[in-house]
């Protein structure tokens, strides 16, 4: 069985050196035959690739930043090409403890998980909830309430569904297929709870560096809206019935109370008046509704076109890495 390890990095030279040495070899895992290390250089200025080479690892350098979503699928890819069964993607710059791998990697090695991500909210020790270490309020309010929308829409319970610190099977790596261009740790947790695919998060420890700003993150409303966005979108292609029904239900539910109003006045008065405009609003507000519901059903279907395009897409890549593997 092959292990890969891979990081995507942007200017991280003073770290990737000491990450990558810090790997544990084969002999830590059972069952685990040989450990490939990865590293995607997403248009770093310093020495990163050179530094991650001289370590042992293989490095593909984009030649100016693509972010993370690009590299993240560029790196799977990559995986599968190389042959892995199991795939970790852990950060460059040391804030998680590459010695904790073998964690993420037993559950799947005894066959309990499909996807194994690190959960930085619990102690590893204690089994408590925590904010960690100089972990920024908003950083950390953003990603609770990050992890309770995308568990309500996944009909799951996460804790922590931004964390870099993943590991993945050969079967979850085939159904990687990431549409956003921004990120990809949202976007996989939906894309694999969908497929039903068993996921399990492990307590991990965190160090964050005091005063140390985010490299892939420039500005943090930017960072929550286009995840937001990217979650919403997800939603949408993959449960069009639950989304489209759900913001359809807003309309026809206030359209509907406005022309009960208006229909008791005129039973009572005979006449329209002073309410024809809100009777007119709740027409129009209801009909809107029932529109959006009706764009639901003509979505549900092309979805299961998109089911079926995923099932294709699954089985072509299943064949033509296997032929490269050989």
Known sequence: MKLVVFSICLNEEKTIGERLNRIPSEKEFEGVKEVKKLVVDDGSTDNTAKIAKEHGAEVIS?????????????AVDRALEMGADIAVNIDGDLQFTPED??????????????????????????????????????????????????????NMKFADVTCGFRAY???????????????????????????????????????????????????????IFSSGFNIVRVFKDFAPLRFFGILGSIPVNIGFVFLVFVSIHWLNTGDFSPYKFLGLTGLYLFTLG???????????????????QEKILYYSKKNYYSKKNR
């Open 101 to 154: 791998i073998p964690k993420l990697v037993e559950p799947i090695l005894e066959g309990n998980a499909d996807f194994v991500a690190a959960n930085r909210f619990v102690d590893p020790e204690t089994g408590e909830f925590r904010k960690p270490e100089n972990m920024s309020p908003g950083k950390y309010w953003g990603n609770k309430l990050g992890a309770y929308i995308v568990g309500k829409l996944s």
């Open 290 to 308: 029932i529109i959006i519901w009706l764009f639901g059903a003509i979505s549900d279907m092309i979805s299961r076109l998109l089911n079926n």
């Open 62 to 74: 984009n030649r100016e930043q693509k972010r993370l979503a690009y590299s993240f699928q560029i």
């Open 169 to 223: 099977t050969r079967e979850a790596l085939l159904s990687m297929n990431i549409n956003s261009k921004f990120t990809y740790t949202q976007e996989s947790f939906q894309i694999l709870a969908s497929k039903k695919m068993n996921i399990v998060q492990m307590p991990v420890e965190i160090k964050y560096f005091k005063g140390r700003k985010s490299r892939g993150v420039t500005s943090l409303f930017g960072y």
